[in-house]
């Protein structure tokens, strides 16, 4: 194994273990899909934490398509995230942009649904996702992206819950990649 592997490697064991005692709970749970589940994983009190955004923020820089031109995602699961990897890009010398999706568009000033710098038509934006569970969330940014002519080929997602949501991106052109799926949690 080389470096890069390890410290890969060695980066998704550290975050993992940050989930499980951070953002893994068992019990009985409705999840934002409607879909109900003994498991549930809020990756806020990761992702809103300084070193695990750094590990979420380098696995994903990783990761993502070497033709994206910026980050995006829903608000208020992806703004975390989508900072972080700008940051992490940043400080390696990459240039990459961040979009932030509202769920609702704003009825003052500009009526804008999308937040961020403009960028030129057929811009490749990469999505962002905590958890995916049916994809709606992801859905729902990358249908927002595509009216303002950007191009998305893939959802980057902390956790895939294995519920649907791999199969729901297929249907849309995108691709998922996940660091982790809910069996990595029991």
Excluded: W
């Amino acid at each position: 194994m080389n470096n890069f592997s390890e410290k890969y490697e060695l980066n998704k064991a550290k975050l993992l273990k940050q989930l499980i005692n951070k953002s893994y709970k068992k019990g009985n749970f409705t999840l934002a899909s409607g879909k109900t589940s003994s498991h549930y994983l809020n990756c806020k009190p990761v992702s809103l934490n300084g070193e695990g955004l750094k590990l979420i923020s380098n696995l994903f820089l990783e990761c993502i398509d070497s033709r994206s031109k910026a980050v995006a995602g829903l608000t208020l699961g992806a703004d975390p995230l989508v900072s972080g990897v700008i940051a992490i890009a940043a400080s390696r010398g990459l240039y990459l942009d961040a979009l932030i999706i509202r769920k609702e568009i704003k009825n003052y000033g500009t009526k804008s649904g999308i937040e961020g710098p403009s960028l030129k038509e057929g811009t490749t934006v990469t999505v962002l996702e905590d958890v995916v569970t049916t994809a709606g969330s992801a859905i729902k940014a990358i249908k927002k992206l595509r009216e303002n002519n950007y191009f998305v080929n893939e959802v980057l997602a902390i956790v895939d819950r294995n519920e649907g949501g791999y199969e729901a991106l297929k249907e849309e052109n995108v691709q998922l990649k996940r660091l982790f799926s809910m069996k990595d949690f029991y």
